[in-house]
């Protein structure tokens, strides 16, 4: 199936999001669509979809010429969207899900028999047969629901598939299969729109490439003809210089240092030194117990073994409240759900940590907090026209600057952070690493968790990796490779 | 409009209802818009309003108390008891106040520690606390303290002219304004309301907020309770049921979402002060008290569908 979109327009309100944009996809091709947060590449994908409906421009499939005014005829023309916020209802079975909305029936009352034996094969098909149609969809695996998803889609004749970010949540051996499964579609002349900010994915899996900025087409490529270099500047219409900008101080004294930490069930025997001005990269696959390793030093989960020294004190870390009070910050992993009251302005979530820095008898002085806001937004650049204004109002980097501005009102000793670049487009990753490099320039000791192996390897001092809750490696990041990094986080190797 | 004159606009709804009813009511009535009718409305309307103000930080927080009737009955028998046993009358409105608010912090404590549904806590607080009243009273009212500053509290008035329960409304409301709005505390009640998570992770304690706010909703409702027994010259073990029902309308007809977060007081205040109008405007124009309910029923839900119609 070819389809061709051209001239789209989309404005809501008086903000023109997307002006005359072409994209042009054919069956058997895999093509990214890329762009910064806010460059359109959702709002296209919602016209061409269906939930949308463009101002102007016009949509064609095989030549021909289509009006895609709901999902309903979206889905009649052979076109799925597997969303990043995976759409299954969990407390429903997998077969349920599959056939939710055309479940087959006699006199209204369901034949489970024939949807079991449908979905077995269709799950079958895609080579997921692992997955029971009679386990609950909640509790899958994110990389098993997603390809519940996908069945659903085929099953539904899709001949394009829109995935966005579909990687975000999976585990790397999940990826795997995902591209393996998508390379079986594409061979099958299925078109899939690949909607990620994964550079390294992009080049993997995809054919083609359109670039989206402030929502306009800046231009279509050939995967093999392109390179990092020309995407990115296609991306941001500008050189963003290093990718990830240099650190040159070096680090000092040694700040927190962790020997034999466990939690009740993550994590265990976990020993680390971190120094001011360092960065300690955590790499690990998902799952491995990275992010419990920061939540156990954040009083967040209970400790069961081991000491944690800062500055050469021992820490009690029984509560959040009592790690704040020591000097330690946490940028939590998802900024909406753990990061952000998104209800709340700019400055209320800026001052949430600090707020009684900024009241006397627990009485807020509104002055003294807009002046601490006022400089925060300046420090971090956080682009806002109002410190007022909603804080779900931002792009992801700016809201992402927002939770480093929570924490920085008073200067930690130690930062923890859970993916501080996810969902954050290339532009904003790069402010973000330059605020990192500031905070360990002043000495604050950073222990950072990613699933991004070139972020990890270019930002770290010393890269610490874990494996099913044991510490399989710790590296120079000077002197490791990605292939023994990935080695120590698949258990394959025993470094250390 | 910029976005946020349009959300002043939206916030300042409640109040342009209660202007726009209010001058309806004055062209309909010439009883309605005297000193004197005014005054007791607003006394009439400042038993549901103590009791909605602290609904508000509870419905703020995401939750709802479901007990504050039964708490009102309760720490009324509980304060004629006192009285009526010899106690000087302030110190057992005094203890009766705290006593309100202790039973509000065995519902926060349900809440919080148990990890309980607020509905389904206060629902059985509610049940309890009514039961108690039964048995403290004897299944029948306590009248008769002979005591003039008692009567003072819900029954007098200050020169004259303003009644008393109308002054403590006030100075309550300036207190939950101030509250809410300008302490550490109001913004940690938000931020809980708002998103738990983020705010346990940023240090908020949100377990100490949700004691503190339901109990302060308990004080809040004893002291309702202290205006009525007062007003009355009796306590009633059947005091105060359905009233959790008109505190959660004026909150709600105030602005505040019921899935926490978003809300202010002034808001509650109005959506009191809209639902006495209504039904002192209804009982001057002589509509029948089974009209007046469902009259009452179809401005709630208009006010709470204008509401969201705006916010989309």
């Known amino acids: 199936m070819n389809v061709v979109m051209q001239g789209i327009s989309k404005a809501f309100g008086p903000v023109r999001v997307l002006e005359e944009v072409d994209f042009a996809i054919a069956g058997g091709e895999i093509h990214a669509l890329m762009g910064e947060n806010g460059a359109g590449k959702s709002t296209l994908m919602k016209i061409l979809s269906g939930v949308y409906r463009s101002d102007g421009g016009s949509i064609r499939i095989d030549g021909q010429p289509v009006e895609i005014r709901s999902t309903r005829q979206a889905e009649a023309c052979g076109i799925a969207i597997i969303h990043q916020e995976l759409n299954l209802i969990p407390q429903l079975s997998v077969m349920e899900n599959l056939f939710l909305g055309r479940e087959p029936s006699r006199f209204g009352v369901i034949d489970s028999a024939r949807m079991r034996r449908e979905a077995s094969a269709q799950l079958a098909a895609l080579g997921a047969d692992n997955i029971d149609p009679e386990a609950e969809a909640g509790l899958l695996s994110i990389g098993q629901q997603q390809m519940v998803e996908i069945a659903k889609a085929l099953a539904m004749n899709a001949r394009l598939l829109i995935m966005d970010e579909p990687t975000a949540a999976l585990t790397e051996r999940e990826i795997d299969t995902l591209f393996g499964l998508m390379q079986a579609l594409k061979a099958r002349g299925v078109a899939i729109v690949y909607v990620s900010h994964r550079m390294e994915e992009i080049f993997r899996i995809c054919d083609k490439i359109s670039v989206l900025r402030d929502g306009r087409f800046v231009g279509e490529r050939v995967i093999a003809r392109t390179d990092f270099d020309e995407v990115v500047r296609m991306m941001v219409g500008r050189e963003i210089g290093d990718r990830f900008p240099r650190r040159t101080a070096a680090p000092g004294a040694v700040r927190l240092q962790v020997t034999g930490l466990a939690d009740a069930q993550h994590v265990r025997d976990i020993s680390f030194e971190v120094r001011a001005g360092e960065v300690l990269g955590v790499a690990g696959l998902m799952g491995a117990g990275r992010s419990e390793i920061l939540k156990t030093l954040f009083g967040l989960n209970r400790r069961c073994a081991g000491a944690v020294l800062l500055d050469g004190v021992a820490l009690e870390l029984d509560s959040p409240g009592a790690a704040i009070a020591a000097g330690l910050a946490f940028v939590t992993e998802d900024r909406k759900s753990q990061g952000l009251v998104l209800g709340m302005s700019v400055r209320e979530n800026a001052t949430l940590v600090h707020l009684p820095q900024y009241a006397r008898l627990g009485v807020v002085s509104d002055a003294a907090e807009q002046q601490a806001v006022a400089g925060l937004i300046e420090q971090l650049r956080i682009r806002t026209r109002d410190a007022e204004l909603e804080v779900k109002s931002l792009s992801g980097g700016n809201q992402q600057k927002v939770v480093f501005a929570k924490w920085l009102a008073q200067p930690p000793k130690v930062l923890l952070l859970d993916e501080p670049t996810r969902g954050v487009d290339v532009g904003g990753k790069a402010e973000i690493y330059h605020i990192i490099n500031q905070l360990a320039a002043a000495g604050v000791a950073i222990v950072m968790v990613s699933s991004e192996l070139p972020e990890v390897m270019a930002m770290s001092n010393r890269i610490l990796v874990i494996h099913e809750g044991r510490q399989t490696g710790l590296f120079e990041a000077a002197s490791a490779t990605q292939e023994s990094i990935m080695a120590a986080a698949t258990g394959t190797a025993h470094a250390a | ?312």
């Open chain 2, 1 to 312: 409009m910029t976005p946020k004159q349009k959300a002043t606009l939206q916030r300042l709804g409640p109040f342009i209802a209660l202007v726009l009813v209010s001058v309806g009511l004055a062209v309909l009535s010439p009883d309605f818009l005297t000193v004197a009718n005014l005054l007791n409305v607003m006394r009439q309307v400042s038993i549901n309003a103590l009791i909605a103000f602290g609904m508000t930080l509870v419905i703020l927080l995401g939750g709802i108390d479901l007990s504050v009737g039964s708490i009102l009955a309760l720490s009324s028998v509980a304060i004629a008891t006192l009285i009526q046993a010899g106690f000087n009358p302030l110190l057992a409105t005094l203890l009766g106040v705290v006593g309100g608010g202790l039973m509000g912090l065995f519902n926060g404590l349900v809440i919080s520690k148990g990890k309980v549904a607020p509905f389904i806590a206060t629902l059985a607080s509610m049940t309890i606390l009514r039961g108690l009243a039964l048995v403290v009273s004897g299944g029948s009212p306590i009248t008769g303290f002979d005591s003039d500053l008692f009567s003072m509290l819900g029954g007098g008035y200050v020169a004259g002219l303003v009644p008393i329960p109308v002054v403590w409304m006030l100075i309550m409301f300036g207190l939950f304004a101030f509250l809410l709005k300008k302490t550490v505390f109001g913004r940690h009640v938000y931020a809980t309301g708002g998103n738990e998570e983020a705010a346990r992770l940023s240090g908020v304690k949100v377990d100490q907020i949700k004691l503190w706010v339901y109990t302060l909703s308990g004080a809040m409702s004893a002291m309702a309770g202290v205006v009525l027994t007062s007003r009355l010259n009796s306590a009633q073990p059947t005091a105060g049921s359905g009233y959790e029902l008109d505190a959660i309308a004026a909150v709600v007809l105030g602005g505040t979402s019921l899935t926490g977060g978003r809300g202010w007081i002034f808001g509650t205040l109005m959506g009191a002060l809209l639902i006495g109008v209504l039904n002192n405007g209804l009982n001057l124009l002589g509509v029948s008290s089974f009209y007046q309910q469902v009259i009452k029923g179809v401005v709630i839900l208009l006010a709470v569908l204008i509401d969201r119609s705006g916010k989309k």
